[in-house]
């Protein structure tokens, strides 16, 4: 069997005990990237001889250490909006093809210094505008479970690279479902933290108030592992909050026995895929099988939760991204004048849906429609919040599908921004209140495309969330199953 | 409220950007369909709802007054598409 | 028709704290281009803002010595606007919830009264970098190292009717900025920048006129000429019957007139909305007090204090209490038990000239300081005890300016000390009579001028050290003796 396919933990285990080495693992895994990324296209930049180099620096360390780190000499992934030092970063936009930055995102240090080996960048929709990966500046992500569909987005190259084996786990990020979601189209774990548990900066931000780091993987222990090593309060990010960081690898056991689950009826509607309703529907029971108890529950705003987020989103990001002008950093268009430069700096290197995105936040902030767009959006976000606070009075934890449908094929939404929008419906009302939630295999459909099933918790009870899922996760085994892919 | 051709200019003005001019056309189409979706949440009440700016209920934490960059222009301003004399060079700036 | 302007003044204070508002970055003033700067007021991607605590502390000072109500809550917003200068294309700063509000400014006017400027706001926000255009034809340079220095917006209400009141405002504003020692109130290089808002209207309505706001405002000279050059220019437009633009003009100090900036292509829309990056400024009434009991007393203030307690003339106090450190001065020469008016005369006069000349006043306080306050102490203690003659002293003074030895020690080391006892007084008016027997026979003749030559010629012979008034009275009465 190939180091490639382990998880974190077992790789980890194998590393303590001395049977492989890092440099062993990270050759397997630079190996199976190039067997494989011709078809799947998971990474902007691979980071070939740095992280040979990362591997021999953690073999070292484990001369020295009694008693290392998790995540020393464990090749893992980093999405492309996630800054590293001296190593290209691009957001998966022509507007920083060549960026090399001078520092590290927090989380980007907290990795090297847990000793793992970042193995490379990888692709995402430009700026994390997007469900699909297709908005990539560069090239699309293929599917690894079906090569003719998108593996979701943003974080697409990230979910995609962890389901084909090209890393052990791997950051990405999450505004609106962007880990959740192509988590689910891929058949893997993914975890958007609770806004302010992980540091944001050094996130290449989209829009500040919802964005959160957060750990893609094989399995759940991964995700509590990865979590703990990126978690905690940040001197650089005022939004970061100062609570101790929990155990969370070691609070996974316990099951589910007297858990309130919420079933919030809102989720269950028209537009759902049949077979995710049914894979759903099993998840649900097999929770009360275990000693759940389930609770059909109402979010009665969850409708108005799209429109909401599409105004606070972009309204943010038409801000975060003011700073990509070309005066100092990234692509410069030649213009005439100043004027011109800014004009064609950003129209020439901003792809579609971003400029799209850019246009609709500048609008609903301009004079005259503030209160009609912006104020009214704030607001409903508060409505929101209190349809959750209400939930989680009497719920543990919230059930629900990740996302309406299985993976869509390549070019099916792309031309239609709307659609697009909607595949987000479920993922994004907890972005709206900044709470933790995961996204963790639930079955298949017909086509032998992956489900995902979602749980929300409350502010900051990561903990609770990751018991949950690990507990359905040894009921099922879903997770275990990796997509077969020819070698190209 | 529909979104006009000259909004939209006004618009790509304010962002500095510009479309080619059978994607303007487009986009006024596009960015009227997701106005109009929006336009949902006119449905609901919020005179007495507060605006959330922020997840994080608490007061912002604050930094000590200390020095504690080094310089590094250098590093800065090893991206830049021009520099001279260790200032950004930027296209002339007509006030 | 009889006109009245009004004015409202925006004032930009750059606060005196170590760092920057939102990063680590040095605010030292003359380094070497883009050298205080890093990812975080270079406006990279992914950084974040973190509030400099200093600055807060600042505000507070700031609205407290201002009579401000202080928000317990206030907030960081975004202005959004594109310039090479603004490095993140927005500039951090407060807008729907400034942290202070509703206060007041006392100054004196012309007439001797004390007129209250209301204030609308006092708020935090970063300054922005630097661009220099003239260097190059086809390209402008932009150096970032004053991106993210702190700076308060100091908003009046358009409570000013004339050119004047708006420099007594100003310079009321910025001594109380200077005594919280916040800001160093340098005007040319750019701490304490003043734009105005500028509009007459027939006096005794109370219809508000075509606006024009004022640039490029840099010293007080500037704000008083351009604000009566545009009060003119808006009394003589109305006067005829002509309409006026709603606009901004630059202040052009050569020409001495305003022209008309060159309205952008580009609309103005902001777009302000809170910064998602910054939490709530949340300000306790313990920290609120805590900085209430650190406020010094302001200058108002202390020039009654003057005028009460060390009989000052109004005009003395005034020059004195402009300065927190010329004040601090006055008061410590003045403990040491000698005549204060004395020492304000020496302060007002001989020792604002040394400062003028060099140039001691462009700093925030002076540190260097000619002469310490115990030296001008010991010095007017002289002259009162009748030890040295005022001229002496003024050679003294000098003296102490070059060499700083204390002045008792200069007057013994060169025997300067004055003569007063008859005896000698007698001597020496006896040597110089014997030599000038004519000057004697002419007085006797009733020419009472020559009495001035004979005071030269004896104390020239002194090396002008002899008690002056004992000297006359003693010469008068050895030549009416021999009259007799």
Known sequence: MSLATLTIHELSQKLRQREVSAEEITRDVLGRIESTEGTIHSFITVLREPALEAAKAADERFHREPDPNPLLGIPLAVKDNVITRGIRTTAGSKILDDFLPPYDATVSAKLRAAGAVIIGKTNMDEFAMGSSAENSAFFPTRNPWDTARVPGGSSGGSAAAVAADQCAGALGTDTGGSIRQPAACCGIVGLKPTYGRVSRFGIIAFASSMDQVGPLTKDVTDCALLLEAIAGHDPSDSTSVDRPVPRYSEMLAGGVQGFRVGIPKEYFISGVQPEVERAVGAAIRVFQDHGAIIEEISLPHTEYAVAAYYIVATAEASSNLARYDGMRYGYRARGRDLTETYTLTRAQAFGAEVKRRIILGTYVLSAGYYDAYYLKAQKVRTLIRRDFDEAFSRCDILLTPTAPTTAFRLGEKIKEPLQMYLSDVFTIPANLAGLPALSVPCGFDAAGLPVGLQLIGRHFEESKLLRAAYAYEQATRWGALRPVLESA | ?95 | MKYQAVIGLEVHAQLLTQSKIFCGCSTRFGAAPNQNTCPVCAGFPGVLPVLNRQVVEFALKAGLATHCRIAESSRFARKNYFYPDLPKGYQISQYDAPICSNGYVEIETREGGVKRVRLTRIHMEEDAGKSIHEARGDASLVDLNRAGVPLLEIVSEPDLHSAAEATAYLKTLRAILQYLEICDGNMEEGSFRCDANVSVRPEGTSSLGTKTELKNLNSFKAVEKALEYEIRRHTEALAAGRSLVQETRLWDAEREATRSMREKELAHDYRYFPDPDLLPVQVDTAWIEKVRSTLPELPGARKQRFIAQYRLPAYDAELLTQRKDVADYFEAASKLGVDPKSISNWIVGDLFRVIKERRLDDRLYITDWPLAPERLAELVQLIGEGKISGKIAKTIFEEMLVSGRPARVIVAQRGLEQISDPASIEKAIDEVLAAHPEQIAQYRAGNEKIIAFLVGRIMKAARGKLHPQKTNELLRQKLDERKR
């Open chain 2, 1 to 95: 409220m529909p979104i006009t051709r000259d909004d939209l200019e006004r618009v790509l003005l304010l962002a500095r950007l510009s479309l080619p001019a059978d994607e303007e056309a487009r986009l006024v189409q596009e960015l009227g369909e997701v106005l109009a979706y929006v336009e949902k949440l006119d449905r609901l009440a919020t005179d007495d709802v507060p605006p959330m700016t922020h997840v994080v209920d608490i007061g912002a934490s604050l930094r000590d007054d200390v020095v504690s960059n080094r310089p590094d222009t250098d590093a800065l301003m090893a991206n830049a598409p021009a520099r001279e004399d260790g200032f950004f060079r930027v296209p002339k700036i007509i006030e």
